[in-house]
């Protein structure tokens, strides 16, 4: 479980040796495309993987399969090109664990109940609200947050995306 794994620091750093194993064997991020560091595999060739891995009782993913599944691809399809240099290779590495801020106390992952806060100040933003069920957030370097930003929007909409460095002070 995640829970034991983000607990667990020998397991940790064995998890984190495999995730830069299948980086450097070109088999982490077989659905990314090459420009950004991945394999460029298509579904055939990803199923075959997942198959013979599988096969052999090999662990599928490293330590950072948030970033790789789902935060990665975000910032390569609505990330600019700064984003993409800054973060992608990162997460490939293992250098920067990821996990995300999704859901919270009394809302689960009813993301439409959302009540975290987040307002500009100057080039900045200051949230305000919690997080609860972070997976690999005691792990994590950077966090995707979701808050609310114009809360005068109907209750699907007004929310942002934000990344935030782990290490930022609150």
Same mark, same amino acid.
């Given at each position: 479980?995640?829970?034991?794994?983000?607990?667990?620091?020998?397991?940790?750093?064995?998890?984190?040796?495999?995730? +830069?194993? #299948?980086? /450097?064997?070109?088999?982490?991020?077989?659905? @990314?495309?090459?420009?950004?560091?991945?394999?460029? %595999? $298509?579904?055939?060739?990803?199923?075959?993987?997942?198959?013979?891995?599988?096969?052999?009782?090999?662990?599928?993913?490293?330590?950072?399969?948030?970033?790789?599944?789902?935060?990665?691809?975000?910032?390569?399809?609505?990330?600019?090109?700064?984003?993409?240099? +800054?973060? #992608?290779? /990162?997460?490939?590495?293992?250098?920067?664990? @990821?996990?995300?801020?999704?859901?919270?106390?009394? %809302? $689960?992952?009813?993301?439409?109940?959302?009540?975290?806060?987040?307002?500009?100040?100057?080039?900045?933003?200051?949230?305000?609200?919690?997080?609860?069920?972070?997976?690999?957030?005691?792990?994590?370097?950077?966090?995707?947050?979701?808050?609310?930003?114009?809360?005068?929007?109907?209750?699907?909409?007004?929310?942002?995306?934000?990344?935030?460095?782990?290490?930022?002070?609150?």
């Amino acid at each position: 479980s995640s829970a034991t794994l983000a607990g667990d620091d020998d397991r940790w750093q064995r998890v984190l040796e495999w995730h +830069r194993r #299948l980086y /450097k064997a070109g088999y982490l991020a077989l659905h @990314w495309p090459k420009e950004w560091g991945g394999a460029g %595999a $298509g579904l055939v060739e990803q199923s075959i993987y997942q198959d013979e891995a599988l096969r052999l009782g090999l662990p599928l993913y490293g330590a950072n399969q948030l970033a790789i599944d789902r935060i990665g691809p975000t910032l390569m399809f609505v990330g600019n090109d700064e984003q993409r240099r +800054r973060y #992608l290779p /990162k997460m490939l590495t293992g250098e920067e664990i @990821w996990c995300q801020g999704y859901s919270e106390p009394n %809302a $689960g992952s009813d993301l439409a109940s959302l009540q975290t806060r987040a307002v500009i100040d100057g080039d900045d933003f200051i949230i305000n609200g919690q997080k609860v069920w972070t997976s690999m957030a005691q792990r994590a370097d950077w966090q995707v947050l979701l808050v609310r930003t114009d809360p005068s929007a109907p209750r699907h909409k007004g929310i942002s995306y934000l990344l935030v460095d782990m290490h930022s002070p609150g």
